[in-house]
């Protein structure tokens, strides 16, 4: 899927966020990098059709799978059960083991949600993601708060689960980048 931004702006509250934000992406990594408040956020919120642009152009068009900055789980349910409840009819018990195992949440059969640590959470947000069906991948941040070892691993993940599908993920880590081999989008 290829997505193409044009002109793109937005603001809040008379303060612009995205200014005049062009760029193209395809199949693979594309990395959204800017300060904080820098307009990450926002700019996924729109390609994912949560917020309209003030003006510009987007083309989409497909079938996305997110991760947010929050993680968005249910708490009451293990990572099997978040899983089915995203996934319906289209949840594998032995695919989504596999993802599970190769992000470090193996042996976590049967443990609530709201008992994980918040890196737990992350990986599993980012697992749901990846056991998606979607034409493209927009992750805000699905690294944070992992360490450089589980940090490592979430990313061979990513490069080994996305398959042709297009990525675009936000991060502050330029170590993201490099080691995803990705195109870089700096926001203003």
Known sequence: MEIRVEHLWKSYNGAAVLRDVTFTAGPGFTCIMAPSGGG???????????????????????????VFQEDRLLEHLDAAGNLRFALGGQYDAARAGAVLAELGLDGVDGKAVRDFSGGMGRRL??????????????LDEPFAGLDAKTRQRARETLRRRAGARTVLLVTHDETDAAELDAQVIRLA
Do not use: H
């Not at 956020?41 to 510009?56: F, H, K, M, N, P």
């Not at 947000?125 to 927009?138: C, E, I, N, T, V």
């Open 125 to 138: 947000a980012l697992g749901r993601a990846l056991l998606a069906k979607s034409d493209a991948l927009a």
């Open 40 to 66: 990450k956020t926002t700019l996924l919120r729109i390609l994912l059709g949560l917020e309209t642009a003030d003006s510009g152009t987007v083309e989409a068009a497909g079938c996305w799978a997110a």
